[in-house]
């Protein structure tokens, strides 16, 4: 059982170019959600989907966009990279409702240039 | 903006003793979790405590919740290398409903041999 999947692990970039970073779960949830984690400031949300159709705005969503392609696959894009978009990105999953844990993917690291 | 602060950032302890690492926060939830970030990895889900419970266990994990304070505690016992992680504490709203996450900006544990 996979879990949480993302690709690309790493990844560089120089300014301006686009970018999607990718992410599969195999534990039928339906709610997916996109962080990004910078140092001392633990993990920021960036965009949620409750259920397979749906998006919506976290925390931080500007610069950014998602896709939830079906049920198991949600992506992040980066139209224009900027520097400020450097980070640590995690994608996570799990049954939409209160006291329900999220399961996390290993993360992708980008470096805008 | 973060809605948990954790307290200490960095705690460096030896094998065998005990860890307690604090967590406050700023609105009403319906429940806190904590999870634990392995160097390298994403983040795993360790313990909920619901609002109205005042504290849980889960083999050597002990979770305290004072809503009264808005803050909680992790204490880790008879600790050993392999708790050497960071620790984060997430908050679930009371208002809005579902499982959208609000993390702290973590506790780094170190535990020596």
């Known amino acids: 059982n996979a879990g949480v999947t993302q690709t690309p692990k790493f990844q560089v970039l120089k300014t301006g170019q686009s970018m999607t970073l990718q992410c599969a779960q195999d534990m039928n949830h339906n709610s997916m959600y996109w962080y990004r984690q910078d140092p001392g400031m633990g993990l920021r949300l960036i965009y949620y989907?409750?259920?397979?159709?749906t998006t919506d705005k976290g925390e931080v969503p500007n610069g950014y966009n998602v896709s939830r392609l079906n049920k198991r696959e949600f992506s992040l894009r980066l139209e224009s990279a900027a520097p400020s978009q450097t980070s640590v990105y995690f994608c996570a999953s799990n049954l939409w409702g209160q006291g329900q844990p999220q399961h996390f993917g290993d993360g992708t690291r980008l470096s805008i240039l | 903006s973060q809605q948990g602060e954790e307290d200490p950032q960095a705690l460096s302890i030896q094998e065998g003793e005990n860890a307690t690492m604090n967590c406050s926060y700023k609105t009403s939830i319906n429940n806190l979790q904590w999870y634990r970030q392995n160097s390298g990895r994403g983040l795993v889900h360790l313990i909920l405590?619901?609002?109205?419970?005042r504290e849980k266990h889960s083999g050597r994990l002990r979770v305290t919740l004072d809503t009264s304070k808005k803050s909680s505690s992790l204490l880790i016992t008879a600790s050993r290398a392999a708790d050497t992680a960071s620790y984060f504490c997430a908050t679930d709203p009371l208002a809005g409903g579902g499982n959208k996450l609000t993390f702290g900006t973590g506790t780094q544990l170190k535990v020596e041999l």
């Open positions: 989907s409750a259920s397979e159709g």
């Open positions: 405590i619901r609002s109205n419970e």
